[in-house]
């Protein structure tokens, strides 16, 4: 890019940060849109904006700063963490997440005592996507939250992170009064893999709601312990036709050819087709 240019680009940077205040909400969304696409050139207008009169124009600076996702801007959006305003905490919190550099650990650790649930939610979900095992303990701790919100987002965290000492917490979380606390619950244990959730895990396929149970399935298929199968099998009767289809699944990634004759009955009977489509699928891996 020569002189000429990099003036061009940058009047036209100025002139869409500025746009971030107009009170046309379609505006502020189609100039913050550009800037995402504009990148790299458009970081250090942004983190001044960062400090700009505005909230408005603070939070969308943040916004716009994550989805760039430069480290540049790490520090700065730190700071933003102490802004006068929740909502762009919350979207600080959020870039900071995004751009998943752990200097932010200590700053959003720190959030987790914030008395707004919104801003100790993005402060969660922020910790899982940098995926830092020493937030785990801090996590550990709020994953009794009273917001449900809150806690959802300490399950699915717990998922990102991979750590297995949240395994107690998180079959402990599998009874929470919330269906998605408990589908994300169900969910993360199967990403961390641990046998020992598995008798938790076939207990959690009685759930009355559909989601929990599919993602207890799809859990147990990760997680492949034999004392699962069983129960796996008797789920392609389940009524939810999401339960059958994961069901089907689950019973592919064992590769147990006794799997054979209950998927085949199964197929002459199954009127969805997407859990027709499972069905066969998991026919075909194991070799019939």
């Not at 959802?152 to 917490?169: E, N, Q, S, T, Y």
Request: glycine content about 6%; some cysteine.
């Amino acid at each position: 890019m020569n002189n000429n240019q990099s003036i061009t680009q940058q009047q036209s940077i100025q002139t869409l940060v500025a746009e971030l205040e107009n009170p046309d909400v379609d505006v502020q969304q189609s100039s913050a849109i550009q800037l995402i696409e504009i990148g790299n050139e458009a970081v250090e207008s942004l983190i001044s904006a960062l400090s700009h009169t505005n909230w408005q124009v603070r939070y969308l600076a943040a916004w716009v700063l994550g989805e760039i996702g430069n480290p540049i801007a790490v520090t700065p959006l730190i700071n933003a963490l102490n802004d006068s305003n929740t909502d762009v905490q919350d979207w600080a919190a959020k870039a900071l997440g995004e751009i998943g550099d752990e200097r932010a650990i200590d700053a959003l650790l720190t959030l987790l005592k914030s008395e707004q649930a919104s801003t100790r939610r993005n402060a969660v979900s922020a910790l899982g996507w940098i995926g830092e095992a020493r937030a785990i303990d801090s996590l550990i701790a709020v994953a009794d939250d009273s917001d449900i919100t809150v806690r959802g987002c300490v399950a699915a965290a717990f998922g990102f992170i991979g750590d297995k000492r949240a395994v107690p917490k998180l079959t402990k979380m599998l009874q929470d009064n919330d269906e998605w606390v408990r589908i994300r619950s169900a969910n993360a244990l199967g990403k961390l893999g641990d046998y020992h959730t598995t008798r938790f895990l076939i207990d959690t396929m009685q759930d009355s709601s559909e989601w929990v149970r599919y993602n207890a399935i799809w859990s147990l298929g990760e997680i492949k312990d034999g004392r699962a199968f069983d129960n796996i099998q008797g789920a392609l009767e389940d009524v939810s036709t999401n339960v059958r289809r994961g069901a089907a699944e689950a019973l592919g990634k064992f590769g147990d050819p006794r799997a054979t004759d209950p998927l085949k009955n199964r197929l002459t009977q199954e009127k969805d087709v997407s859990v027709r489509a499972a069905l066969d699928l998991a026919l075909k891996k194991l070799n019939y």
